[in-house]
């Protein structure tokens, strides 16, 4: 059984700032990562997906994936009101099959 | 456009009275997943399926049923629901292993 831990928040950063958001998981078989973004009463949306360690960066995002320690981040640069959502962390062992295990996600508040 | 449907989107049903969710991707992915969603307890994978005629159990399989007899359907079957199967269900999909996937709009279910 993984476990996917995600600090539930809430974050707050004013607009144009940076937000961190880290997530750690329980073993060190997981192959690949992603970061969603769920906006509430809607479905979670992919931001990111990282499968090697180190930076993979996309726009204001930047993921980070450090197996050794088991964590994976997101970073959001020039935070946006409109990137406030709840971010969630999900890990997947392809090699044993294609289960998905979610943590229970970090709220984000944007302040103008 | 590349989408995942579920319906309904939207049931109140009654303790005992079998129902179906039905789930269809147009994106020709292998795989797809069933979640339910609750409040402090995230994404949790209920059933997932690799292939045609090919599914698996996730973490939380008891009390549902799926069939995959085509690669663009996933029907979720609930036999005899259960107040404590009321959650919010998300259908999601994914071209092969360890791929990101993608998520239908959400079905909430009410069961009393």
């Known amino acids: 059984q993984k476990e996917v831990e995600q600090n539930s928040g809430p974050l707050s950063v004013p607009e144009g700032a940076i937000a961190s958001l880290n997530c750690t998981y329980s073993?060190?078989?997981?192959?690949?990562f992603f970061w969603y973004r769920q906006y509430s009463g809607k479905s979670p949306e992919l931001i990111m997906s990282i499968y090697s360690n180190g930076d993979k960066e996309d726009g204001r995002f930047t993921a980070q994936l450090n197996k050794a320690s088991q964590y994976v981040s997101l970073l959001i640069r020039d935070s946006q009101p409109s990137d406030s959502a709840t971010y969630l962390c999900?890990?997947?062992?392809?090699?044993?099959?294609?289960?998905?295990?979610f943590g229970t996600g970090t709220s984000l508040t944007v302040i103008p | 456009e590349a989408q995942v449907t579920q319906n309904p989107r939207y049931l109140i049903t009654v303790t005992g009275k079998k129902l179906t969710v039905t789930c269809s991707q147009n994106?020709?992915?292998?795989?797809m997943s069933w979640y339910r969603q609750d409040p402090g307890l995230g994404l949790r994978q209920i059933y997932y399926s690799m292939n045609v005629e090919v599914t698996d159990k996730g973490d939380v399989p008891e009390g549902y049923k799926v069939s995959r007899k085509e690669k663009r359907n996933f029907p979720l079957i609930l036999e005899s629901p259960s107040p404590n199967q009321t959650s919010l269900y998300f259908c999601?999909?994914?071209?092969?292993?360890?791929?990101?996937?993608?998520f239908g709009p959400g079905t909430r279910l009410t069961v009393t």
């Open positions: 999601a999909s994914s071209l092969g292993d360890g791929d990101e996937q993608y």
């Open positions: 073993d060190r078989v997981s192959q690949s």
């Open positions: 999900a890990v997947n062992d392809w090699t044993t099959g294609n289960q998905f295990y």
């Open positions: 994106m020709n992915h292998e795989y």
